[in-house]
């Protein structure tokens, strides 16, 4: 299939030129497209069933009570907070903070 590709472009007489710069603005905007990722809270199979049994256990906001998960679940509620944004280790910290997971 790529040979045919290969043999088509063969037919035609062209010359590759660099175009630097600014003077590139559609394919460099082209090759900055990407595609849209499902969102983190669309876990599926037995993710789903334990982000669910951990966000139940969950205190209220106000309660002052705090929670440590048990370690099966850790990761799992420390990988939802990562994947709603890359804003640093801090952010996640303070992210489960105020829920308050410790």
């Known amino acids: 299939?790529?040979?045919n590709w290969f043999d088509t472009l063969l037919q035609y007489d062209f010359k590759v030129v660099h175009l630097p710069g600014i003077?590139?603005?559609l394919p460099d905007t082209l090759s900055r497209l990407y595609e849209i990722e499902e969102p983190a809270n669309e876990l599926?199979?037995?993710k789903a069933h334990l982000l669910n049994k951990a966000v139940s256990?969950?205190?209220s906001e106000d309660s002052g009570e705090y929670m440590t998960p048990p370690k099966e679940e850790r990761k799992l509620i420390f990988l939802r907070e990562h994947l709603k944004g890359h804003f640093g280790s801090d952010a996640i910290y303070y992210a489960l903070k105020r829920k308050?997971?410790?």
């Open 1 to 3: 299939m790529l040979i």
């Open 23 to 25: 003077d590139n603005i």
């Open 44 to 46: 599926g199979g037995d």
């Open 57 to 59: 256990k969950l205190p």
């Open 100 to 102: 308050s997971i410790y």
